[in-house]
């Protein structure tokens, strides 16, 4: 069964550094999101792509952030000067169509530790 | 702002024993409720999406119901395996995904 997959799983960050995080989303799909989980805490909504645009974003979402689709394949989530409390898990994920009739899959996840 | 609430956090039970889930948000203005699966170092896999105009879904031993007006879904499992354990994640969807904390299962042999 196709899945969404993220490189790395684990990125060790210095405080101040910029990040990427990678996705590949499932091939046939148009929707693409991300998504944090502080240890302990909910998982949290940051962003949402779709026809090469961000279509919603979050509060968490500021100028730190940005989204890309590169290339037909990967979406990436970079994080500009990164700071202690953005050490999560990310994940990326991906649906055929709008959410409101298909659900989102999900890859495993990028644990990012911020030092 | 939407708040999704999941009860218990932790729930322990025997191999065979059927249990409850249960999740409750503050709005009903959603679109759908998505019941989610979350094992140790892994991402969400989804188990059952229901739209705001459904009551119900099944998939194999998993029942999930939906009330809208009263702001609660339940998600049903038959028959537990050891396999069942994991953390269960609730999910609203507005104009976007908006999670409970999870309930974490630990289904015993």
């Known amino acids: 069964e196709p899945e969404v997959t993220q490189t790395p799983s684990h990125q060790v960050t210095q405080m101040g550094q910029e990040v990427i995080l990678r996705c590949v989303p499932i091939?046939?799909?148009?929707?693409f999101y991300w998504y944090r989980q502080i240890l302990g805490q909910k998982v949290e909504f940051l962003v949402s792509f779709y026809n090469n645009e961000i279509s919603e974003k979050s509060e968490i979402f500021d100028d730190q952030f940005s989204v890309e689709r590169p290339d037909g394949s990967n979406f990436t989530l970079k994080i500009r000067s990164t700071k202690l409390e953005d050490s999560a898990m990310y994940f990326c994920a991906s649906s055929r169509e709008d959410s409101l009739n298909q659900p989102q899959h999900f890859g495993d996840g990028t644990r990012l530790s911020i030092l | 702002k939407q708040e999704v609430t999941q009860i218990p956090a932790a729930l322990s039970v025997p191999e065979g024993e059927n249990l409850v889930l249960n999740c409750s948000f503050t709005d009903s203005a959603i679109y759908n409720l998505q019941w989610f699966r979350q094992d140790p170092g892994k991402g969400l896999t989804s188990l059952l999406l229901i739209q705001s105009s459904q009551r119900e879904q099944t998939s194999g031993r998993l029942n999930a119901s939906l009330d809208k007006s009263s702001g609660r879904s339940t998600l049903y499992i038959a028959a537990s395996q050891p396999g069942d354990s994991a953390t269960y994640l609730c999910?609203?969807?507005?104009?976007?995904?908006?999670f409970g904390k999870g309930t974490t299962l630990s289904v015993s042999s």
């Open positions: 091939s046939n799909h148009l929707y």
């Open positions: 999910a609203v969807l507005e104009t976007a995904l908006i």
